[in-house]
């Protein structure tokens, strides 16, 4: 019954907006965040209501996390932010981080 209820959310949320502002490559918010799929110091990979966002860097750190509002904040040296869509995360064959690391 969680599953049912959470896709419902996810639903729900679509209606948001979705925002990105970076400052000087170090300080980067989202809005329209749904969930923080994994992150490490170099890889942050955030699912938002505009498709799966992957952020690279270097020490990179997740500051403030807020999913009622969908909104984070991540600081770091931001190198590079890519979209995908939500299909390709979670596809059978090769991983999204398989394809990812190639």
Known sequence: MGKVMAMEE?????????????????????SGVEHVNSFNNELILVETVAGVLTIKGEELDVNKLNLEDGNVIIEGKIH????SE?????????????KLFK
């Open 86 to 98: 939500r299909d390709s995360f979670g596809s059978k064959g090769s991983s999204f981080l398989g």
């Open 10 to 30: 996810r639903k729900n949320n679509r209606g948001r907006s979705h925002n990105i502002i970076l400052e000087n490559r170090e300080k980067l918010s989202v």
């Open 80 to 83: 590079s932010m890519t979209y």
